[in-house]
T-cell receptor
């Protein structure tokens, strides 16, 4: 596609539920990143994929968060037992060269 | 850890120049970036500068880097109402070039 696509654009879930957020990167981009942006803050790094493998997952806040990229293209960010503090905009980005990351429009997650 | 600081608000009149400032703490920063975020949208990469450069110009945008003072600025010439947005400064370090550390963003308001 022309840009990074994230679905859904909005997700409301109840506390304790499981959610999956999807990211379709720009075709041909080998690197994929997830960031989280809380209200009034800049994005914070969560995880980086190079191909199919997670090269750096140091930003994942705890073991309720997990991400996969099984075929080196689409990625899914999975959050178990959601908490109200998980409410944020989750941004995905992809790049061919690490210095030029292109971001999607994000998924706004609200945990009620 | 790394820290990136920005002033939170800037208001200018249409046609004037805007200057958005940023300071960072990581002396090993390799690339420094400016991203633009419009309401409800993802992050748009505006420009970036390699740390061995002092200045980069791209049409209406001028980036100045003072590496000694760890100070980065973005000047927008002839500011238009369409430039109203949040501008994020970000840096990446040589060891993990892919991982961006963002400031909290500067809300630029352009008044007609």
């Amino acid at each position: 596609g022309a840009g990074v696509s994230q679905t859904p654009s909005n997700k409301v879930t109840e506390k304790g539920k499981y959610v999956e957020l999807r990211c379709d990167p720009i075709s041909g981009h080998t690197a994929l990143y997830w960031y989280r942006q809380s209200l009034g803050q800049g994005p914070e790094f969560l995880i980086y994929f190079q191909g199919t493998g997670a090269a750096d997952d140091s930003g994942l806040p705890n073991d309720r968060f997990f991400a996969v990229r099984p075929e080196g293209s689409v990625s899914t960010l999975k959050i178990q037992r959601t908490e109200r503090g998980d409410s944020a905009v989750y941004l995905c980005a992809s790049s061919l060269y690490s210095r030029e990351a292109f971001f999607g429009q994000g998924t706004r997650l609200t945990v009620v | 850890g790394e820290d990136v600081e920005q002033s939170l608000f800037l208001s200018v009149r249409e046609g004037d120049s805007s200057v958005i400032n940023c300071t960072y703490t990581d002396s090993s920063s390799t690339y420094l970036y400016w991203y633009k975020q419009e309401p409800g949208a993802g992050l748009q990469l505006l420009t970036y500068i390699f740390s061995n450069m002092d200045m980069k110009q791209d049409q209406r945008l001028t980036v100045l880097l003072n590496k000694k003072d760890k100070h980065l600025s973005l000047r927008i010439a002839d500011t238009q109402t369409g430039d109203s947005a949040i501008y994020f400064c970000a840096e990446s370090s040589g060891g993990s070039n892919y991982k961006l550390t963002f400031g909290k963003g500067t809300l630029l308001t352009v008044n007609p």
